[in-house]
């Protein structure tokens, strides 16, 4: 059940403020009875729903009263004060990352085979967001249908995210597509194709059929293959990413002439 509490009021002063709402214009001494909050720590609570904007107080009268704000306005107040205490702290925390970013330091590219992987649908695209966003050269990408076991949606929403991160960070992005997969995307996806990446020069798609699998080259040292189910071909069963110079090497050969036989997309 939510409280007062869950706002940022202490137990007394949740106390005080319920109080106010139902007697009205009172004194401390008075609220202090009502409330059960005691004698000694009333007017620190008072001054304290003061300075939240929650109490008003008529100090001409002797002794000094006290009444509540309307219940709407001090919550959306307390509301306000939560906002900017979130706002205050994530921007405390980007000058940390910003901090540790420049302070960490990364260790040298790995010479020999490192290889991971991931299974089931939601691991496999986390995989791939991952390695999209190591990416600090460049981003081949090819692709031969959409998988029924992603929602295409949700997920061509986070990879053309990072994507655009990626040209951001003047990283060149190349993908090749088969005609099914164009035809898979649903219509927002072209849509901000054509708005926000069509333009680019370090962005480019191609569409052909002489495609028969998924992987993703990444700074041409590191190969994300996609594993179909061997039950079921139109799902998805893992992910390997596998860092070799080498074997990304002879993927790109494979992939060149491809590419130079594509066509231009066209949406």
Known sequence: MATLRDL????????????????????????SRSSDVP????????????????????????????????????????????????????EQYEEV??????????????????????????????LLVERLAAASEEIVMVSNTPSPQFDIGSVGERVLAELEAALERDVAV?????PAMVEGLPP???????????????FDVRVTDDVSGTFTLVDETEVCIQVPNPLDSGKVFAMFDLKDPEFATDVRSVFDPRWERADPLSL
């Open 8 to 31: 940022g009021l202490s137990e007394y002063e949740a106390r005080a403020y319920r109080s106010l709402l139902r007697t009205g214009a009172t004194t401390a001494k008075e609220l």
């Open 39 to 90: 004698m000694g720590r009333i007017y620190d609570v008072l001054n304290s729903l003061e300075q939240y904007n929650l109490v008003r107080s008529q100090a001409a009268s002797r002794p000094k009263k006290y009444v509540a704000v309307e219940p709407e306005t001090a919550l959306d107040r307390l509301l306000d004060d939560k906002r900017r205490e979130l706002r205050e702290k994530a």
């Open 97 to 126: 990352v910003d901090e540790l970013v420049d302070e960490l330091d990364v260790a040298q590219p790995v010479e020999g085979q490192f290889w991971t992987a991931a299974v089931g649908p939601d691991e496999t695209i986390d």
């Open 174 to 178: 190349y993908l090749l597509l088969t």
């Open 188 to 202: 927002h996806i072209g849509d901000r194709y054509r708005q926000r990446l069509s333009g680019d020069s370090r």
